[in-house]
Every structure is written in C-alpha cells, then in structure tokens.
C-alpha cells in the first residue's frame, strides 16, 4: 500500500505485488479447503459420514421394531449380547457404567451421560488398554417413530481420524446385527469373536 498527501486529503494505492501476495494466499486457502470438501464427500457412503478433521461418524437405520423395543438393547445387558459383545455390565442411568466385552478381548467402556426412555440414549466410549481411553469419546443414540418401525440416528464423535473410519466400520458391522435381533431374529455368531481384529 502506497500513501500520497494531496491537500487535506490522503490518498492510499495498492501495490501490484501485495496484490499478488493476496492473490497467492487466497489461491492456497481455497485449495486446501476445497481438498477438504473433496476429502469429505469421498467417505461419504451408505448413510454415513467420516472426516479427519470433524472426526466424528454418523449412521442411520431403520429397524422394523418400535422405539421402545429398540432401547431395550441399549440398556440391557442380556439384549446387548444378543448384538453386540460377550459379556455386558450396564447400569442405565447419568453416571452409571457402560462396560462390553464386545471380542473376548476387546472391551470398550464409558458411562452412561443422558437416557430419554425409548428415543435418546448419550454414552461415553472408549477401549481398554487403548490409546481411546475409556470413556473419551461419546455416542449419542436417538429413535425416531417410523410407522411400525424406528429409524435409529446414531453420532459417535471424537474420533481421531483413523479411528473415525474404523469405527465406521464397526457400526457397519453391528447395526445390521441389532436390526436383526430387535426384530426377534438371531444375527447368528459374531465373526468378530475371538478374532484378532483390532479396534
């Protein structure tokens, strides 16, 4: 910017090559953050979201069974079984202890932050022995009415990256399973039982 005094007035004058500068900064800012766009919509498939930056993943269901049939596999511990993990030790209430044993050997963990019977449940999650600690990221569960039917709107966020797409995964795996057994069905064995996948 140049300044020139012409009587009382200032007159002020960009130079070319600040112009250029600019230019450069905001060629490289769009660059990156149309990247980001690019990079997002990519891992956008099936219903669900993943990003690297937001880190957080978000699915959804419709499962032929009522809400309030629905809930019950999130908080009891025999019907979380019939789904998901081994072994459950559930406590449903603000504060109480989300404990599953989902492989034989991987067991995640949190507690349990918000229950709304039959539409919202919110928990915090993590693994044990895992550098996602127990409880340091959280889910939050809502049912909606659908006819005779629930769509399910499941969010689980802070997620590293990494982390983010596997997770993705893992609900892949496990929501089918809870569609199935809310309907009085049996998903049949898990595969992921004492297999040597990681979390």
Known sequence: MTERRLGTRRLYQARPEGLAELRAFIDAFWDDAL????????????????????AYVEK???????????????????????????????DPRPGGTYCVNVT?????????????????????????????????????????????????????????????????EGWDHFLPRLALAATGQDPGPDPWVDSDRAH
């Open 104 to 168: 034989g050997k991987d067991v995640d963990a949190g507690e349990y932050v918000e229950i709304v019977p039959h539409s919202r449940i919110v928990l915090t999650w993590g693994w044990e022995g895992s550098p996602i600690a127990p409880g340091s990221t959280r889910v939050e569960i809502t049912l909606t009415p659908d006819g005779d039917g629930t769509i399910l709107r499941l969010r689980h966020s802070d997620l590293a990256g990494e982390a983010a797409l596997q997770h993705g």
């Open 35 to 54: 990247s980001r766009v690019a990079h997002a919509a990519e891992a956008e498939e099936g219903g669900s979201t993943v990003t690297a930056e937001v």
């Open 60 to 90: 959804e269901v419709r499962i032929a069974a009522r809400p309030e049939v629905v809930f019950e596999f999130f908080i009891d511990p025999v019907k979380m079984v019939r789904w998901k993990g081994v072994d459950a030790m559930l």
